[in-house]
Each structure stands twice: as structure tokens, then as C-alpha cells.
T-cell receptor, first 115, second 111 residues
Framework: DGGITQSPKYLFRKEGQNVTLSCEQN?????MYWYRQDPGQGLRLIYY???????QKGDIAEGYSVSREKKESFPLTVTSAQKNPTAFYLC??????????????FGDGTRLSIL | LAKTTQPISMDSYEGQEVNITCSHN???????ITWYQQFPSQGPRFIIQ???TKVTNEVASLFIPADRKSSTLSLPRVSLSDTAVYYC????????????FGTGTRLTVIP
């Protein structure tokens, strides 16, 4: 079955630590995205990548970093510079970021909490 | 970036048709309207997308008036499993920053 896999489902971080959230897709999509969702709120874009070895900042990139070394993988690192990292993180992909009818497909998220 | 306005919440009884309206007064010529559904602790799921008039698929219909300043998602005969948050997005799909997820509409289906 094609889809997006995020791991782990739950993640705990001590203050001052960096943590990396995994996102893998087997849909052969060019574009991948990371969003953050806080309780009762909508999604906010952190980073997105249109193609391998390229990515752009979204609305709330500070305190986060990404890499896109392979088409199917787009890991997100939450650094110690992110002062309020507790949130639900969602990864998505789409065929491209251009054109008609290119909805985003989402994973089931990683819930990050600070110990 | 076209922002959208939706009701915060709606209640409906099982078996009824539910219409959720979204306002997008500053929609641009190239913008499409897309609706997503999200269950708790899951990622949003694409429901339907349209540009103008009416679009229908196996789960919903999308009505868009001629001025495109609003759109209505119609869910026929809802069941308890349709309880979720529904997001209306407007964008031209030419860049990730075009997609704005607001707070959505929380639909509760009552037995």
C-alpha cells in the first residue's frame, strides 16, 4: 500500500536536546512538507521541499532544520533553539507543488512532548 | 495568500445532509478550493477540490457560486464516523505557501 509513514508516533524530549522526526513516502512524490499543529488550531507550515537536495522555509521555520537527500525521505530535526516544541507534527507529500489537482497526502503524525 | 472563514463548529443528527460554508472574499483568479477532513491524532485527508460551479465525488459535493467568494461542502446522510474537523483551503497550488489551514469546522454527528 502506498502512503506516508511517520515515526515515532510519540516522542519525548528533554530540554536542550535535538530530536529528529522521520517521514518516509513510497508514493514517488516530488514534493514533501512539514507542518506543526497545536491543540485546537490549524496547521502551520514549517518547511517544504519541491525536489531532492532543495528545501524552503515555511511560516515558522525558526528552531527547525530539514534535509532531503533522498526523494522518499524528509526528516525534520527539532533543535534546542525551538523554545516551544510540544506539538503534533505532520508530514505530507504531493506529486509536485505546481499544477491542478495536486492534493497533499498526510501521514498520521508524531506527537512531541517535553519532559 | 487567500484566507478563509468557516464556522467553528456544527452539530448534526445521523442521516441528515450537512452543509459547511467557507468564505474566501479575496480569492484570486488562479485559486482552487480544496477541502480536507481530519480525525483526532491523524493527518488531514483530501475530500474534494473545485474551481467553479459544482463538483461531486463518492463522498461529498462542492458548490461554488459564480463570484467564487464562498464555497459549500455538502456531506449527504452523515454518520457518526463523519465526526471530524473539516478544513477549507484556497490556493493556486503553485507553491506550498499558498495553502492556509485555518482552525476548520468541528462537525459533531449526534445519534
Amino acid at each position: 500500500d502506498g502512503g506516508i509513514t511517520q515515526s515515532p508516533k510519540y516522542l519525548f524530549r528533554k530540554e536542550g536536546q535535538n530530536v529528529t522526526l522521520s517521514c518516509e513516502q513510497n508514493l514517488n512524490h516530488d514534493a514533501m512538507y512539514w507542518y506543526r499543529q497545536d491543540p485546537g488550531q490549524g496547521l502551520r507550515l514549517i518547511y517544504y521541499s519541491q525536489i531532492v537536495n532543495d528545501f524552503q522555509k515555511g511560516d515558522i521555520a525558526e528552531g527547525y532544520s530539514v534535509s532531503r537527500e533522498k526523494k522518499e525521505s524528509f526528516p525534520l530535526t527539532v533543535t534546542s533553539a525551538q523554545k516551544n516544541p510540544t506539538a503534533f507534527y505532520l508530514c505530507a507529500s504531493s506529486i509536485t507543488t505546481t499544477g491542478v489537482g495536486q492534493p497533499q497526502h498526510f501521514g498520521d503524525g508524531t506527537r512531541l512532548s517535553i519532559l | 495568500l487567500a484566507k478563509t472563514t468557516q464556522p467553528i463548529s456544527m452539530d448534526s443528527y445521523e442521516g441528515q445532509e450537512v452543509n459547511i460554508t467557507c468564505s474566501h472574499n479575496n480569492i484570486a483568479t488562479n485559486d482552487y478550493i480544496t477541502w480536507y477532513q481530519q480525525f483526532p491524532s491523524q493527518g488531514p485527508r483530501f475530500i474534494i477540490q473545485g474551481y467553479k460551479t459544482k463538483v461531486t465525488n463518492e463522498v461529498a459535493s462542492l458548490f461554488i457560486p459564480a463570484d467564487r467568494k464562498s464555497s459549500t461542502l455538502s456531506l449527504p446522510r452523515v454518520s457518526l464516523s463523519d465526526t471530524a474537523v473539516y478544513y477549507c483551503l484556497v490556493g493556486d497550488l503553485t507553491g506550498a505557501n499558498n495553502l492556509f489551514f485555518g482552525t476548520g469546522t468541528r462537525l459533531t454527528v449526534i445519534p
